[in-house]
C-alpha cells in the first residue's frame, strides 16, 4: 500500500492536520463560526474553543475557519502551541508579513503563518521600534491594520491543551489587552482535546478562557460517513459498491481519521479508479483501518490511562451490554465518588457515554474489543481467588492516598500509592 495515497491519485488523506477533500457534517459549526467573525467586525467578542478527540477534525475546522475569515477580509495569524516559543513565533510571522509586504504568505500545512487579505500592506517596517518583539504590541499593531481595512485579526492556537502554561497566560492577556482594553476586532479560534477541561480550563489564573465559548465536534453519523467516502471517491472518479458503502460507512465509527483510513485502504484494494470498490475491498480495509486505527488512537488512549481508570473500562467491557452504574460498582470495589468522577472524566475525554437506557458503552476513541484485547495479558495473570470481584487489591491499595506535597498546588496528591505519572489534587 502506497504510504501516501495522492501519490497514486488517492482521494483520501489519513493524515492529521490535513483537510479533507469533502470536510463532512461541520456545516452548521461553520456558519456559526462565519457569523462570529461577522459580529466581531463590529465589536461582538470572539473567543472559541473546539474540543474533539484525536483525530475528530479540529485542525481541519481551523482550517475551514481560516479560509472563511480570510474571504471576509480578515486577517489571519495561525499558531500551534506544541512547544514552547509562542511569542517568538508571532514576532517572527508578522516580520515575514512585513518583510513581503502583503503578500499570502500561508503555506500549505498550517504552522505558525500570518495570512494577509489582498490589498493590505502593513504599513511598518519590521524592527522599527524596540517592541516589535513585543507580541502584545504585535497583536495590537497587526488589528489596527486589519481593522483600518474594514477587516479584523483572527488568531488561532491548535493544539491548545499541550501549551506551556505560563506562555498560554501571557498570551491571553496580550489577546485581551488588544480586545478589550484597544477595543481593536481581534478573534481567537483555539483547538484542542477534551482533557483542557482538567487544565487549561480548571486553571485559576486563566479566567479569560473561562469564558470562551466551547464548542465540542462530535462524531459523524453513519449518513455523513456514506456521503464523505461516496463524495471523496467521486471527486477522482471513483465509485463505491451500494451495499459495499453501507457496510464501510457503519465501520467509521464515527471518526473522521477512520473514516480517511478506511477509504485509502478501500481504494488501493479495489485498484480504484478504474475498478469500482466492492465488498471485498471494503472487508480488507474495514480490517486494516481498525488496526492502524488501534495502534494510533485507541493504544495510546488506554495508556493514558491509570491503572483504576482502565479497570472501570474493563469492567463496562466484560458487563456488557448490561453495564449499568450498578452493575460497574458491583464489579469494582471502589469508592462512589471515585466511580461518578472516573465516569465523567472518561466520558468528556471521549472513552465512554452512557445510552437512553443507562448503561455504559465505549465511545469514539476506543471498542469493546480493544478494551478486552488491551487488558488481555492482566487477564491471564489473574488468580482463581480473584473472582469474582478481579481488582480489589488495587482499589484498596488507591483508597491509601499518595500524601506527596505539590508546593505549587499547595496540596498533597490524592492519587493512590504507587500511580503512574504525575501527581495531582484530585482522583
Ligand atoms: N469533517 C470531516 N470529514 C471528512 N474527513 C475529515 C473531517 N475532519 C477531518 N477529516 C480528516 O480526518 C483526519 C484527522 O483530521 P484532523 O487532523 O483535522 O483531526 P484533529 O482533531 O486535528 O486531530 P489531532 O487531535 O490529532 O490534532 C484528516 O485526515 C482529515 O483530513
Ligand atoms: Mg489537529
Same mark, same amino acid.
Given at each position: ?11 483520501? #488523506? ?6 479533507? %477533500?469533502?470536510?463532512? @457534517?461541520?456545516?452548521?459549526? /461553520? +456558519? !456559526? &463560526?462565519? $457569523? ?103 497583536? #495590537? ?6 481593522? %483600518?481595512?474594514?477587516? @479584523?485579526?483572527?488568531?488561532? /492556537? +491548535? !493544539? &491548545?491543551? $499541550? ?111 478504474? %475498478? ?7 472487508? /480488507? ?143
Amino acid at each position: 500500500m502506497a504510504s501516501d495515497g495522492e501519490q497514486r491519485g488517492n482521494p483520501f #488523506s489519513p493524515g492529521f492536520g490535513r483537510s479533507p %477533500a469533502e470536510l463532512v @457534517g461541520r456545516d452548521a459549526l /461553520l +456558519d !456559526e &463560526l462565519r $457569523s462570529e467573525i461577522e459580529a466581531a467586525s463590529s465589536g461582538h467578542r470572539l473567543c472559541s474553543i473546539l474540543l474533539g478527540v484525536r483525530g475528530s477534525g479540529k485542525t481541519s475546522v481551523l482550517n475551514a475557519a481560516e479560509d472563511l475569515a480570510h474571504e471576509s477580509g480578515w486577517m489571519v495569524l495561525a499558531l500551534d502551541t506544541t512547544t514552547r516559543g509562542l511569542p517568538q513565533r508571532i514576532a517572527r510571522a508578522a516580520a515575514a508579513a512585513t518583510a513581503a509586504d502583503a503578500v499570502d504568505l500561508r503555506p500549505r500545512r498550517r504552522i505558525n503563518s500570518l495570512r494577509v487579505p489582498p490589498g493590505i500592506a502593513l504599513g511598518w517596517e519590521y524592527a522599527e521600534s524596540p517592541s516589535d518583539d513585543d507580541p502584545r504590541y504585535l497583536l #495590537s499593531r497587526l488589528a489596527e491594520t486589519a481593522a %483600518a481595512r474594514g477587516g @479584523g485579526l483572527l488568531v488561532t /492556537l +491548535d !493544539e &491548545l491543551h $499541550s501549551g506551556e502554561r505560563e506562555e498560554v497566560r501571557r498570551f491571553a492577556g496580550d489577546f485581551q489587552h488588544t480586545a478589550e482594553r484597544e477595543g481593536l476586532p481581534i478573534g481567537l479560534l483555539g483547538a484542542a482535546l477534551p482533557e483542557i477541561q482538567y487544565t487549561v480550563l480548571e486553571d485559576r489564573k486563566l479566567t479569560f478562557f473561562h469564558r470562551a465559548t466551547l464548542r465540542r465536534l462530535q462524531p459523524l453519523t453513519s449518513e455523513q460517513s456514506f456521503r464523505c467516502l461516496r463524495a471523496t471517491a467521486a471527486g477522482t472518479g471513483g465509485t463505491f459498491e451500494a451495499d459495499a458503502l453501507c457496510g464501510a460507512a457503519t465501520a467509521v465509527n464515527g471518526s473522521p481519521y477512520h473514516l480517511q483510513l478506511l477509504g485509502r485502504s478501500a481504494w488501493e484494494a479495489a485498484g480504484a479508479p478504474e %475498478a469500482p470498490i466492492d465488498a471485498a475491498a471494503c472487508q /480488507l480495509a474495514i480490517r486494516e483501518a481498525g488496526r492502524e486505527f488501534r495502534r494510533s488512537i485507541s493504544e495510546p488512549a488506554w495508556n493514558d490511562l491509570s491503572d483504576a481508570e482502565q479497570d472501570y473500562l474493563h469492567a463496562i467491557a466484560r458487563l456488557h451490554p448490561s453495564a449499568t452504574r450498578r452493575a460497574v460498582a458491583g464489579e469494582l470495589d471502589a469508592p462512589t465518588k471515585w466511580l461518578a468522577r472516573t465516569e465523567r472524566r472518561l466520558t468528556i475525554s471521549g472513552y465512554v457515554r452512557m445510552t437512553n437506557g443507562g448503561t455504559l458503552e465505549f465511545a469514539e476513541l476506543t471498542q469493546r474489543q480493544d478494551v478486552l484485547d488491551f487488558a488481555e495479558p492482566e487477564s491471564g495473570y489473574r488468580r482463581p481467588a480473584d473472582h469474582p470481584n478481579p481488582q480489589p487489591a488495587r482499589f484498596r491499595e488507591a483508597t491509601q492516598p499518595c500524601g506527596e506535597w505539590m508546593p505549587v498546588a499547595k496540596a498533597r496528591c490524592a492519587l493512590g500509592r504507587g500511580h503512574k505519572g504525575g501527581h495531582r489534587t484530585r482522583r
